[in-house]
Structure formats: structure tokens, C-alpha cells
């Protein structure tokens, strides 16, 4: 890991009466792992969102490597959100995939319609990035002929053809069947040791300990405690986020 890729300093969102996050910081370095986990309602989507424009915060900074700061008291540029997007990519809960274009025609869409990108290199690009999620042959099948593991990787290989910086997972595997979260957890972790910066909102603890170099704890909009996986899981110092993990960890008791 190196220099910082991502800063944002007090971000606050707010729907209608509702304020969602309450000041948060968050530095993402580059080469880096960052998994939020805490409660549904938290704040960890909305913040997620945030880095990348797709929420714009009610107040905060963000800046990303060198660029320009956005600062969300005041209107920002769409030149400015779109330059910030530009540089990230989402993966979703959902899928999204187009039903009516092919596995290949959807990946390629992107890079072709977005960045410009000649049609022949954006289908050898994204046909090199198939065959190493094990979808090569799945180029020409649609969307509703494909397992629900096969669709979030053809997803995450959508983000992968864009080239982005930082790649956004919004709980990628609380969608799927028990039997199926393996497959995707298997490709964000190779992305992972291949050095690509990532923030993932999780409820898999167990890839948040085993990938993650930073975790941070949400709950009512603000960060409650951050820290490195082995200090989090093993010996957290808030009893709310005790609890949480007590409550994942032992749904028994």
C-alpha cells in the first residue's frame, strides 16, 4: 500500500429529517481493502455510494488522488461528480445486467459507450476477463441463462472493464443462494492479492477478517470503531460493536 487514493472528511447525508451519516472520515489507500460491516440502516450503503457520486453528500469533502477537492456545502459541478465516478466502479447487490444483451455485450457496453474504447479492444479485454473469472464460455449466454454466482461475476467483471482506481462492492453476496457466495468471495479475493483497491460493505465477516486490511464499525450514521481484522473481531473496545459481532457470530444465543 501507498499513497492515499481516496479522502473524505466529514460526510454527511441527509433524507428529508433523516441524517443517514453523520460525519464520517474515511482514508482508502491504494492497494487497499476496506470492509464496512455494522447494522442494516447504519449508513454503510449510503456512504458507498457517496465515494462515487451516486449520492451526493449534504456537507463533507472528498478527493480523490490529487484531484480536485469536492466540497458538499456548496453545489458541486456535474463536470466534477462525473470525473469522481469516472474514476470508480460499483458493484451492486443486484446484478443489474441489460436482460437483452449477451454476457459479452454486456460487459463491453461500458468501456465502448462510457470510455470510448474501440469495440475489437473492449471485447478482447473483457473476453480476457471472463476467462479469468471461468465465464469464457459464457460470452454469448443472457443474463436469465446463468446462475445467480455467474451473474454477480459477469458483474464484477463489468466494474474490472472499466479500469477503474477503486472498485465499490455493496453486499455483492446478499443476494445469492448459501451455495453460491463462495465463487464471488473466491474472485474479489484474487482482486484483492492482485493489489486492486477496494471498499466492500459486507455481512461475510469471515472475508472481512481474512481480506480486509482496515475494518470499520457503522451504527447510527457514524463510524464507531475502526481497526485492523485481528484487533476488531478478536478484542473490539465498543461494547455496541460486541454486541453486533456477539449477535453475527452466535445467532443462537
Known sequence: MSEALLAARGIRKSFGEHEVLRGVDLDVRRGQVIALI???GSGKTTLLRSLNGLETPSAGTLELDGGPSLDFARPVPKAQRFALRD?????????NLFPHLTVLQNVVEGPVQVRRVPRAEAEARALGLLERVG????RDAYPRQ??????QRVGIVRALAL???????DEPTSALDPELVGEVLTVMK??????WTMVVVTHELSF?????????????GVVLERGAPRDLFTDPQQERTRQFLHR???PLD
Do not use: C, T, Y
Not at 465465464?135 to 459464457?138: G, P, R, V, Y
Not at 479500469?163 to 462492492?169: A, K, S, V
Not at 472481512?208 to 447510527?220: I, K, S
Open 163 to 169: 479500469g477503474p482506481d477503486l472498485l465499490l462492492f
Open 248 to 250: 453475527i457470530l452466535n
Open 190 to 195: 484474487e482482486l484483492a492479492d492482485e493489489g
Open 146 to 151: 446463468l446462475s445467480g454466482g455467474q451473474q
Open 87 to 95: 474514476r470508480s466502479a460499483m458493484v451492486f447487490q443486484h446484478h
Open 208 to 220: 472481512a477478517r481474512a481480506v480486509a486490511n482496515e475494518v470499520l464499525f457503522l451504527d447510527g
Open 38 to 40: 455494522g447494522p442494516s
Open 135 to 138: 465465464l469464457a464460455d459464457k
